[in-house]
Nanobody, 113 residues
Framework: QVQLVESGGGLVQPGGSLRLSCVASGFSFSSYAMSWYRQAPGNERELVARISNFGGSSTNYADSVKGRFTISRDNAKSTVYLQMNSLKPEDTAVYYC?????WGQGTLVTVSS
């Protein structure tokens, strides 16, 4: 079955960086677009970034993270990454990996001094 396992979250100061990873299994990873979502307390889950299948030549970002976050993929490792720079307190949320109807368990990112 499809399995997505996120890692890399943690506590970081404003202006800092984190890299999230999502290891996928149970499907042909390279054939599918991959996405990162986030959900802050009291808010709905929102799309953060999306990368196209195969070479990942197409990426899309939420306006709130453009220029700060970068999504990438390594098909050989069945892994999608989210590099997050210049983090802000409003980036605090649980970050989820997604493809089709599958979700990971989430990884918590807390941006605070």
């Amino acid at each position: 079955q499809v399995q997505l396992v996120e890692s890399g979250g943690g506590l970081v100061q404003p202006g800092g960086s984190l890299r999230l990873s999502c290891v996928a299994s149970g499907f042909s990873f390279s054939s599918y677009a991959m996405s990162w979502y986030r959900q802050a307390p009291g808010n709905e889950r929102e799309l953060v970034a999306r990368i196209s299948n195969f070479g990942g030549s197409s990426t899309n970002y939420a306006d709130s993270v453009k220029g700060r976050f970068t999504i990438s993929r390594d098909n050989a490792k069945s892994t999608v990454y989210l590099q997050m720079n210049s983090l802000k307190p409003e980036d605090t949320a649980v970050y989820y990996c997604n493809t089709l109807t599958a979700w990971g368990q989430g990884t918590l990112v807390t941006v605070s001094s």
